[in-house]
C-alpha cells in the first residue's frame, strides 16, 4: 500500500517569493510521482510528474520538483510566486508495479498568496 | 478537444435515495477512474474501469457501482445515499499505460440532505 503525506496544510507566501511545498511517501514498491493543482471550484491539474531519469523535474507555471529516493520525498518549488497561484496542490503517487493507473492522494497544501 | 466531461456539475439528494454521475473522458482515451474528494480532504480513489471492466476497486462500500460504456464514457452509481457522501466526485481519463498521466473533469459537487 501507499501514502502520502503533506507536512503543510497551509503555506502563506508573499508575492514574488520562494516557496516550497513538501511531500513525503510510503511504499513498498517503487513508484511514480505528481503534483495536481486544485483552483477553487475545478477538477485538477497536472503541474508535473517523476517517471524515471532526471530527479529535477521541471513542470507548467515555473514550477519545479526533485525526487530524493533516500528520503522518500518530492518537494515542489517555485522561486517567485504570482498572485494567481494561490490554489490547493496535491501531491500523489502510483505503483509501478500495476498495469493500471491508480493515485494516492496526500492531503493538500493550500498556497496563499499575498501582495 | 474538451477534456473530461462531468454532468450535472452540481446535485442535491436526499439521504436514502440514489444517484448516477457521468463522465465522458479525454478523447482518445479509454480508461476512467472516479475519486471522491471530501471538504478539506484529497481525492480518494473509488474504482477504474477499463475495456468496460472494473480493474481495480479502492476502499469503498458496494453501494458504490460503476459501469463503462462502449464508447469509453462511464457512469458512477451511489445507492442508499448517506450524509457522508456529500463530496466532490471527480472522473479522470488516460491511456491504458503505466505513468500515463490522468487528465480530470471539474467534478460533480453531491450534496445529500
Known amino acids: 500500500a501507499q501514502s502520502v503525506t503533506q507536512l503543510d496544510s497551509q503555506v502563506p507566501v508573499f508575492e514574488e517569493a520562494p516557496v516550497e511545498l513538501r511531500c513525503n511517501y510510503s511504499s513498498s514498491v517503487s513508484v511514480y510521482l505528481f503534483w495536481y493543482v486544485q483552483y477553487p471550484n475545478q477538477g485538477l491539474q497536472l503541474l508535473l510528474k517523476?517517471?524515471?531519469?532526471?530527479?529535477l523535474v521541471k513542470g507548467i507555471n515555473g514550477f519545479e520538483a526533485e525526487f530524493n529516493k533516500s528520503q522518500t520525498s518530492f518537494h515542489l518549488r517555485k522561486p517567485s510566486v504570482h498572485i494567481s497561484d494561490t490554489a490547493e496542490y496535491f501531491c500523489a503517487v502510483s505503483p509501478m508495479n500495476t498495469g493500471f493507473q491508480k493515485l494516492v492522494f496526500g492531503t493538500g497544501t493550500r498556497l496563499l498568496v499575498s501582495p | 478537444d474538451a477534456g473530461v466531461t462531468q454532468s450535472p456539475t452540481h446535485l442535491i439528494k436526499t439521504r436514502g435515495q440514489q444517484v448516477t454521475l457521468r463522465c465522458s473522458p479525454k478523447s482518445g482515451h479509454d480508461t476512467v477512474s472516479w475519486y471522491q474528494q471530501a471538504l478539506g480532504q484529497g481525492p480518494q480513489f473509488i474504482f477504474q474501469?477499463?475495456?468496460?471492466?472494473?480493474?481495480q476497486r479502492g476502499n469503498f462500500p458496494d453501494r458504490f457501482s460503476g459501469h463503462q460504456f462502449p464508447n469509453y464514457s462511464s457512469e458512477l452509481n451511489v445507492n442508499a445515499l448517506l450524509l457522508g457522501d456529500s463530496a466532490l466526485y471527480l472522473c479522470?481519463?488516460?491511456?491504458?499505460?503505466?505513468?500515463?498521466?490522468?487528465?480530470f473533469g471539474q467534478g460533480t459537487r453531491l450534496t445529500v440532505v
Open positions: 479522470a481519463s488516460s491511456f491504458s499505460a503505466r505513468g500515463a498521466e490522468a487528465f
Open positions: 474501469y477499463y475495456e468496460e471492466e472494473e480493474r
Open positions: 517523476y517517471l524515471s531519469g532526471s530527479t
